[in-house]
Nanobody, 125 residues
């Protein structure tokens, strides 16, 4: 059974950086695409970034140029490097994985079968 565990969240000041990790287990990681999503209080879940099994990457416009998603297949881990954080980035961040996504569905959280428990990111201004 696929399991995802996020880590790396915390409290930072505006302008600082964080790196989130998502460790995958229970399947053949190299076959899975992984996405990061976030949800702030009172707001809907939103797409942040995703990386396909072939390492193609996708970003929300709000984070493009500030966030970088990457994967290390040897460690079954996906990373989200977040730079120049601001208060709008405050949210619980979730990673999600799926083995059958096509390009057009990478940004749609409803298409992902497996989810982690989330990690809180708080940016103070």
């Amino acid at each position: 059974q696929v399991q995802l565990v996020e880590s790396g969240g915390g409290l930072v000041q505006a302008g600082e950086s964080l790196r989130l990790s998502c460790v995958f287990s229970g399947g053949t990681f190299s076959r899975y695409s992984v996405g990061w999503f976030r949800q702030a209080p009172g707001r809907e879940r939103e797409f942040v970034a995703a990386i396909r099994w072939n390492r193609a990457t996708y970003y929300a416009d709000s984070v493009k140029g500030r966030f970088t998603i990457s994967r290390d297949n040897a460690k079954n881990t996906v990373y989200l490097q977040m730079n120049s954080l601001n208060s709008e980035d405050t949210a619980v961040y979730y990673c999600a994985a799926d083995s059958s996504l096509i390009v057009s569905t990478m940004r749609n959280g409803n298409q992902y079968d497996h989810w982690g428990q989330g990690t809180q990111v708080t940016v103070s201004s």
